[in-house]
């Protein structure tokens, strides 16, 4: 059977990026359609696949600021045409719209959040973004909503996006939670002027993720540090207001992740997340979470075991949870046991019997 692989864009190094690399493992001769490819602001594994991205590649400019393409990504997921038995798409809103000539079988991380969760997405954003999606968002839900039902299997990475897939397109996805693909077997590089017992923020810095949030929570723990690890568009922002026990280490290698993880006291989220793999990953080294009660968090930190979820996103709810965290015994044991529900041999065998079926 011929299975081919379908996604956004490959220009970063996110969560969706790394579940295609599992999903590559799966299937490890299936040729990966995509709009954009940047060999070098994404996974150097991709450069070993048959990656194959669209007519718009050849336009630097967007391969290199994705968000650029953005009324063209329609338009160049409907011409894209993919010979395969079996398209297994990992979407957020563009891919799934791909012509397929066999079964199509979508993993959707999220439906679109610049249709659904606008407010969300365009928070910081400039005055032309939100004037071109006010342009583009009648004909671009018509776009989604008919893509959506072109699909054979709808698959979702938690509850919290069931229920919006559910509502957005009427339809009963099925749950496979995503892998945990760091290897905590593997070796570690200390990041410099970092010294354990720290809390740690892994996040795109982009506004849903409210990075902003877990800053001023800091100012309300002055014994306590942070390393923030991640980039985006907010960095020289969040720079500007963090205080000196907040540290910003930027994109980490493999190596200096697991160093960190190892040697954080406590992971910190307040994104609002569809899933939420940075608990998992944490979770791996024996590390607990303190979270947002939102979303996908809801399906990877168990309150009282493996971390805690706080109810209120601002500073003094937050900082109330976060130093509470810090100051807990936490079973090491308890919480590993818990990453290891989200294996990626785990999700490997499901996602092969789902595009078997």
């Not at 949030?213 to 500007?240: K, S, T």
């Not at 949870?321 to 290891?340: F, K, N, V, Y």
């Not at 294996?343 to 789902?354: G, K, P, T, Y």
Request: with cysteine.
């Amino acid at each position: 059977m011929k299975i081919a692989i379908a996604h956004d864009y490959l220009t970063q190094q996110g969560g969706a990026e790394r579940v295609v690399l599992s999903m590559l493992r799966a299937f490890p001769e299936a040729p990966v359609h995509t709009s954009l490819y940047d060999p070098g602001g994404c996974f150097p594994e991709y450069r070993a696949a048959r990656v194959r991205p669209s007519p718009l590649n050849v336009v630097r400019p967007l391969r290199v600021r994705h968000r650029l393409a953005f009324p063209l990504l329609a338009p160049a997921f409907s011409a894209m045409h993919v010979d395969a038995d079996v398209t297994l798409v990992s979407s957020s809103g563009w891919a799934h719209g791909v012509q397929a000539s066999g079964r199509k079988v979508v993993y959707c991380h999220a439906p679109a959040r610049w249709l659904y969760q606008r407010e969300r997405y365009l928070a910081g954003r400039g005055r032309a973004a939100r004037t071109m999606l006010r342009a583009c968002e009648s004909r671009l839900r018509a776009w989604d909503h008919a893509a959506a039902q072109t699909v054979d299997r709808y698959v979702v990475n938690s509850t919290a996006i069931r229920d919006q897939v559910k509502h957005v397109y009427g339809i009963d996805a099925e749950v496979l939670h995503p892998p945990m693909t760091v290897n905590v077997d593997g070796s570690h590089q200390p990041v410099p002027h970092i010294t354990p017992g720290f809390a740690m923020c892994v996040a795109r810095l982009q506004s849903y993720k409210n990075v902003d949030v877990v800053i001023n929570a800091m100012r309300r723990l002055p014994d306590a540090r942070l390393v923030v690890v991640g980039g985006g568009p907010l960095e020289a922002q969040l720079r500007e207001r963090a205080g000196r026990n907040v540290t910003f280490v930027g994109q980490v290698t493999d190596d200096q992740l697991r160093w960190l993880y190892a040697n954080t006291g406590v992971l910190v989220g307040a994104s609002f997340e569809d899933f939420g793999l940075t608990p998992i990953e944490a979770a791996a080294f024996g590390v607990p979470t303190v979270a947002l009660r939102f979303g996908g968090y809801l399906d990877t930190v168990c309150h009282g075991t493996t971390g805690l979820l706080f109810d209120t996103l601002d500073a003094r709810s937050l900082a109330a949870s976060l130093g509470d965290g810090l100051a807990r015994d936490w079973d090491g044991e308890a919480i590993r046991a818990h990453a290891a529900r989200f294996s990626e041999q785990r999700f490997i065998n499901a996602l092969r019997a789902m595009v078997n079926g």
